[in-house]
């Protein structure tokens, strides 16, 4: 596989309860299901895309905590999910002490690719699902990465935080990852009966142009309900509309891809 065909995509912001979540567990689920090889990296202490995919605590004895601070085998810490196609490194609450002992090493932006380069050439897709914050974690994420997704939820104070997260992506391109490209900004929540979900919608647009995706997450109950059943909402309910939108996003992703080679 050539480097120009892995995709390695942190989905990031550091405002919580966007769907960041959600958009790493689905979209993935989605590339899966085009019969991409794909992977998730679940980087965020609450360990909400492991739970998501049916991993019990008990099962995440190797974690990414392990692998960079212990120096398990990375690929002794990947798990197979329930979806074909589709496999997990999962976190366990270990890792909300990782951004402290990261501190004091070398290199410490830097160790999460290090550890990524041991395995990419297995998947066409890795996606990162960072905290929502914008520490060493995230860092470590946006530094190992090829793309940024930022979903950003359709309210009034979206566009204040996307501002931060952009400062932030623009100073670890110059420093730190050149090779970084915001792959886009997917708006999620939208409720087309909502006067604010509306404006909002056009302002990012406005704003970002081409780098806000066509699709648009819906706010739905079955999106909703599917991590309490440890399933992606595509497995759920695939005929819902969330379910809908998260295959469009993956078609649309694809098919960037296509119109750059």
Do not use: W
């Not at 899966?32 to 965020?44: G, H, Q």
């Amino acid at each position: 596989m050539s480097l120009k065909s892995r995709k390695i995509i942190a989905v990031a912001n550091q405002k919580g309860g966007v769907g960041k979540t959600t958009t790493v567990i689905n979209l993935a689920t989605a590339m899966a299901a085009c019969d991409k090889r794909t992977l998730i990296i679940d980087s965020d202490p609450q360990g909400n895309a492991s739970t998501g995919l049916g991993v019990k605590q008990e099962d995440r004895d190797k974690d990414l905590y392990s692998v960079i601070c212990s120096n398990t085998d990375i690929k002794s810490s990947i798990k197979k999910t329930i979806i074909p196609k589709l496999d997990l490194i999962p976190t366990s609450p270990n890792l909300s002490v990782l951004e402290q002992e990261l501190v004091n090493i070398e290199d410490r932006e830097f160790q999460l690719r290090e550890r990524i380069q041991e395995i990419e050439d297995y998947y066409d897709y890795i996606f990162i699902d960072c905290p929502p914050s914008l520490g060493l974690l995230t860092l470590n994420a946006l530094c190992a990465a090829k793309n940024l997704i930022v979903p950003l939820q359709t309210e009034y104070y979206a566009l204040e935080g996307l501002t931060q997260l952009m400062k932030t992506f623009d100073l670890i391109k110059i420093n730190f990852n050149k090779d970084i490209k915001l792959q886009g900004i997917l708006l999620t929540m939208y409720d087309k009966r909502n006067k604010i979900c509306e404006m909002v919608a056009a302002d990012v647009r406005n704003h970002f142009g081409k780098k806000v995706f066509n699709t648009v997450i819906p706010r739905n109950v079955r999106v909703s309900e599917a991590p309490s059943h440890g399933q992606p909402v595509l497995m759920y309910d695939i005929s819902c509309p969330g379910s809908q939108a998260y295959a469009s996003l993956a078609g649309e992703i694809i098919n960037q891809e296509k119109s750059l080679t």
